[in-house]
């Protein structure tokens, strides 16, 4: 992290008394900040703020870093990036000495044969991957909580949000140990319930280890109608339909992958849930206000799980066929159709063929709409 890459933070001193008690930086306006310098400005605050939350100061270079740690200073690189940071020369002061620590832990799980280099590098890069995208929606949510509370423009917003971070990093790091900690005992629970009948090892190639209805759902029109909001009507759009799918998806036991610029990938561990979660999804989506037609599909069939993702040739055939969905429809292949037909939460929906669909890379598919029937 260079000078350049630190940020800036509120140099304003006084401070505004709100009705609740909370005390707010008396941070500049846009119009205000108009002939600042940058960065200039505000630095040393950040930097304090900085120091406060990595627990010291940058005070160590890479070489040095290496040293301290006891790693050579080629996987003190590879550490480095793999936490998702630029390459750095050998004379930039970066590190502290919570680096130091971060860095002697990982290179001894290496050096007792816990795990080797490769899982390492993987451990680092999920850690870093989510983390980033974890203290960007932490931050953005904050920013637009300082928005609507105050009535500030986004940049005081921002100001603000920079200001107050230092007093809420031990209540955001005890959070996330929380929810880390309740993830992961979801996911051994998931993992031997799904492992406890097939203990013979599997000696065919091609098979997908992970039996999943795979879901998607998208925003049709989203393109053109991007181009013709305000940035608060369309952030505003994107949040509703993310917020109210997330919502949605988990009450009923299922999990978000990801989403997806217009659309989220989905999946539940069995079809009537895949089924109950993709029916009571587009009813909600289309139940709320300024939201765009929406579209589905569900699959189910063999996928396997690298990096936090799911892939295989059903996540492929559901992403091709929310494509060729009518707005307001749900799709299934006929392999699907069939194999829900079986079960006894079927009797719950009718299934009717509609016309035979061209499906990029996969040829001509009969698609089967999915509807519940009414009561």
Do not use: C
């Amino acid at each position: 992290m260079s000078e350049d890459t630190r940020g800036v933070a509120p140099g304003a001193e006084g401070v505004d008394q709100l009705p609740d008690g909370d005390l707010v930086p008396d941070v500049p306006r846009r119009d205000d900040i108009g002939e600042a310098s940058g960065g200039d400005l505000y630095s040393s605050s950040v930097r304090a703020s900085v120091e406060q939350i990595l627990g010291g100061s940058e005070r160590y270079t890479i070489v040095e870093l290496a040293q301290l740690a006891g790693v050579s200073v080629d996987f003190a690189r590879t550490f480095w990036k793999a936490m998702g940071f630029p390459n750095v020369t050998d004379d930039a002061v970066l590190f502290g000495d919570s680096d130091v620590n971060a860095l002697r832990v990982m290179g001894q799980l290496i050096t007792d044969g816990r795990i080797d280099t490769s899982t390492a590098i993987s451990l680092l890069r999920a850690q870093s991957h989510t983390t980033d995208r974890l203290v960007l929606w932490q931050t953005e949510a904050l920013a637009e909580g300082a928005t609507r509370s105050m009535s500030l423009d986004d940049v005081s917003a921002r100001l603000v949000v920079l200001d107050r971070l230092p007093g809420i990093v031990d209540v955001l790091q005890s959070q996330l140990n929380y929810s880390w900690r309740r993830q992961l005992a979801a996911l051994m629970v998931r993992t031997e319930a799904e492992v406890a009948d097939s203990r013979r090892p599997d000696l065919d190639p091609f098979r997908m280890p992970l039996q999943r209805a795979v879901g998607f759902i998208d925003m049709v029109a989203y393109t053109r109608r991007s181009t013709e909001l305000g940035s608060r009507a369309l952030a505003d759009l994107v949040q509703t339909f993310e917020y109210t799918s997330r919502d949605v998806i988990t009450t009923h036991g299922a999990r978000v992958v990801k989403t997806i610029g217009d659309a989220i990938l989905y999946v539940a561990d069995d079809l009537p849930t895949g089924a109950e979660v993709t029916v009571d999804l587009l009813g909600a989506l289309q139940a709320r206000e300024n939201m765009l037609p929406v579209r589905a599909s569900i699959v189910w069939g063999g996928v396997i799980s690298r990096n936090g993702d799911v892939f295989g040739p059903t996540v492929n055939l559901a992403s091709r066929l929310v494509d060729v969905a009518p707005a307001g429809t749900i799709l299934l292949d006929r392999s699907t159709a069939d194999t829900f037909a079986t079960l006894p939460a079927a009797a719950r929906y009718t299934m009717v063929p509609r016309a035979v669909a061209e499906l990029q890379g996969l040829g001509e598919v009969t698609p089967i709409e999915l509807r519940r029937r009414p009561g």
